[in-house]
């Protein structure tokens, strides 16, 4: 068992923002982390399929689609390092693409866990 | 206020629409590009505006080049909202035609008060068109009885005379002056006087088609253009102006006033070449001659009776 199966979600959700930005309606938030639970495997797998294919404008995109929806989210690092790798396949730098990607790779993934212990009510 | 909010990104769709319902607006939420600009483009559609940048189909910017291009009449208050937030971005998202830019994530304190720019704007641009549509038609229209001012209606009557070439149709020009009109002023006072011309301008719109101009020419004079209206028709169209003129007398506040309106009338037929002021000349001789027989009554141009 891993470090980040445990961590907190504050560990990678800035919540005071967030509950701000939702005017504190915590059945909005509940909402948005089911989407979230929905849609960020996709874009993730949308990501990885661009990255094998060696499209840089397609990881690009995949790579917008997530930092925009992890902002949105107040996950703040993990929208700076989706952020890297759309920098990364903008520059069309297949080394920083695949660097990046491993740094994303590795963050998602405790993301992922620490809104599942959440959604299912691990934590308040 | 109706806003449109397009964006393919479910969670960022979802958090703008309930930020934007909490506040009030009437919310449209769509996920492509295409699905906005149609919205946007509809005469009754939202004239506010949330777009996301990067959506399938069409982009943002190319939503803005698309309203911008097709719907003229009535400003769109578009916003960008995007996390690209380069100078160079920032500079291509207003060029294509969007009015303000936000980045992505966004604050709701300041999306709400942009929006309330934008809707400021709106007002500022409703009010202006309001103020235009009402000095146009000040400057057109006879401001006693409504009926379209000398002017206007001359205007309108030369281009009926060049149009009727080309469609090759009739139009008959008609003078009506009402009878002893100064008796009214003079036995009632001029506000019975106005009150009698309103009511008579009422009757006279009453009496024609939707197509057809009716326009307060002078005092008590007033001409009326009627289209596709060929001589074999024009004296019984005159006659139904005259009877809805004379068909019962006026009521006003001095009490009912009989009134008769004679009427003159000349048909340009589509070959015909007559200029604009022989053809008045030639309808104000038929309305001389009704007024000459007696008054209530109507008469045909000497050139349409030969």
Not at chain 1, 29 to 57: C, I, M, S, W, Y
Not at chain 1, 69 to 80: E, P, R, T
Not at chain 2, 203 to 218: C, E, K, P, Q
Not at chain 2, 224 to 253: M, Q
Request: glycine share 8%.
């Amino acid at each position: 068992m891993t470090n980040s199966e445990h961590a907190s979600i504050d560990q990678y959700v800035d919540m005071p923002e967030l509950l701000a930005r939702v005017d504190n309606d915590s059945e909005l938030l509940t909402e948005l982390f089911a989407l979230f639970q929905d849609d960020f495997p996709k874009l993730r797998d949308a990501l990885h399929n661009a990255v094998h294919a060696g499209d840089p404008r397609q990881v690009e995109k995949a790579a917008h689609a997530l930092k925009g929806m992890l902002a949105n989210l107040s996950i703040k690092h993990g929208a700076a390092l989706a952020a890297n790798v759309e920098a990364a396949a903008r520059a069309g730098d297949e080394r920083e693409i695949q660097q990046a990607l491993a740094a994303f790779d590795g963050e998602e993934t405790g993301v992922l866990a620490a809104v599942d212990r959440f959604m299912a009510g691990g934590e308040p | 206020m109706k806003i449109l909010i397009a964006d393919d990104e479910a969670v960022s769709l979802r958090m703008l629409e309930k930020t934007l319902e909490r506040a009030g607006y009437e919310v449209t939420a769509v996920s492509d590009g295409r699905k906005a600009a149609e919205e946007l483009c509809r005469p009754d559609g939202p004239r506010l505006a949330l777009l996301d940048w990067v959506m399938p189909q069409l982009d943002g910017p190319a939503v803005c080049r698309t309203v911008r291009r097709k719907r003229s009449q009535r400003h769109v208050y578009l916003v960008l909202l995007t996390s690209k937030s380069s100078k160079e971005d920032i500079v291509e998202g207003l060029e294509s035609g969007a009015d303000d830019y936000l980045i992505k994530p966004f604050d709701p304190g300041e999306l709400k008060a942009r929006l309330h720019t934008g809707m400021r704007i709106l007002e500022l641009e409703d009010n202006l068109v309001e103020a235009r549509e009402d000095m146009r038609y000040k400057a057109t229209h006879d401001s006693l009885t409504s009926l379209l001012n000398r002017g206007t209606i001359l205007e309108l009557l030369a281009g009926e005379l060049n149009r009727k070439q080309r469609n090759k149709h009739s139009i008959s020009i008609v003078f009506g002056d009402l009878d002893h009109f100064k008796l009214v002023n003079d036995t009632y006072g001029h506000m019975v006087g106005d009150e009698v011309l309103r009511e008579v301008a009422r009757r006279m719109l009453g009496s024609v088609r939707s197509y057809d101009f009716v326009g307060r020419y002078g005092g008590e004079e007033f001409l009326v253009v009627l289209n596709n209206c060929a001589v074999e028709k024009a004296v019984d169209r005159v006659e139904e102006i005259r009877k809805a003129i004379g068909g019962s007398p006026i009521r006003t506040t001095q009490g009912p006033i009989p009134i008769t309106m004679s009427l003159g009338v000349s048909v340009s037929r589509p070959s015909d070449t007559l200029p604009l002021e022989e053809i008045l000349c030639e309808v104000d001789g038929a309305l001389y001659a009704a007024k000459s027989a007696g008054r209530n009554c109507c008469r045909l141009g000497s050139a349409n009776r030969a």
